[in-house]
């Protein structure tokens, strides 16, 4: 699978995790929190993006 990515400086990146860490603590699953504040990156990154490769197949 290929997506792109918003590239983000360690600034944004740490900034991100805060977000998760506090939504966690909030009482917010894990996922749900991840899933949150990716959306909200994507939505609002106006930056350079970065191509990834998942590799969904089982070996």
């Known amino acids: ?3 792109g990515m918003p590239s ?3 600034s944004e990146q740490e900034q991100a ?3 998760i860490r506090e ?3 909030g009482g917010m699953s894990s996922g ?3 899933a ?3 959306e909200e990156i994507r939505s609002k990154h ?3 993006r970065v191509t990834a490769i998942f590799d969904d197949e089982d070996e």
Do not use: C, F, N, Q
């Open 1 to 3: 699978m290929l997506a």
């Open 32 to 34: 749900e929190a991840i």
């Open 46 to 48: 106006k930056g350079d």
């Open 23 to 25: 939504m966690m603590a």
């Open 17 to 19: 995790a805060d977000r």
């Open 36 to 38: 949150t504040v990716a």
């Open 8 to 10: 983000l400086s360690h």
